[in-house]
């Protein structure tokens, strides 16, 4: 059993949730609106403000949708109310980051500043010059733009230099030895 997919959802008085047909999923929220297309296999029912969610059957592929469509609702609802958020850490001498209108301009040690648009329903913040915060309501989009910012200048293990998350631990190598 899926303990996860048997969990019910609660859904805030300030949230609007709508289900069509083939399990299209409309979330409406303060931050507002999402939208996804769930898996048809699965059974997803509204009642008095709870969504629960059930498969049909226990074959491989409904155990495995079961507590992913929980799941991408559950994350539906957060993001339409509270948002999510990553932090970056960019460490190394002279590289910092800066915001110019909807443009995070970043210096990592290339002969050019690397310039990146925000995409929509994504918004950019630079907290001094070091920290970049990714803000958006759909959760797989704010780690997807996060992590194409890390790309840029991945964290090497020598020296910890280049842009890595704020929780991130990086295994440091110890660098040559002299004789």
Same mark, same amino acid.
């Given at each position: ?17 709508? $289900?069509?047909?083939?399990? &299209? ?8 609106? /999402? !939208?996804? #297309? ?29 507590? /992913?469509?929980?799941? $991408? ?9 509270? +948002?999510?958020?990553?932090?970056? !850490?960019?460490?190394?001498?002279? %590289? ?11 210096? $990592? +040690? &290339? ?10 329903? =994504? !918004? ?8 970049? =915060? ?5 959760? #797989? ?7 194409? =910012? ?7 293990? %020598?020296?910890?230099?280049? =842009?890595? %998350? ?11 030895? +002299?004789?």
């Amino acid at each position: 059993m899926s303990r996860i997919g048997l969990k019910p959802i609660n859904v805030p008085s300030n949230v609007e949730v709508k $289900l069509d047909a083939n399990n &299209f999923v409309t979330v409406k929220g303060p931050k507002g609106t /999402l !939208e996804q #297309q769930l898996p048809k296999l699965m059974i997803i029912e509204l009642n008095e403000g709870v969504i629960t969610v059930a498969r049909p059957n226990d074959e491989k592929q409904s155990r495995s949708l079961h507590g /992913l469509t929980r799941t $991408l609702i559950s994350n539906m609802i957060i993001g339409v109310t509270d +948002g999510y958020e990553k932090v970056l !850490e960019i460490v190394g001498v002279g %590289y910092r980051a800066q915001k110019k209108g909807k443009k995070l301009v970043m210096n $990592l +040690g &290339f002969s050019h500043p690397v310039e990146m648009e925000d995409p929509n329903g =994504i !918004e950019t913040a630079v907290d001094g010059t070091n920290k970049v =915060i990714v803000k958006g309501i759909d959760k #797989q989009q704010v780690g997807n733009y996060a992590a194409v =910012i890390r790309d840029w200048r991945k964290p090497e293990p %020598y020296k910890g230099k280049g =842009i890595k %998350y704020a929780n991130e631990v990086i295994r440091r190598k110890a660098g040559k030895t +002299g004789k």
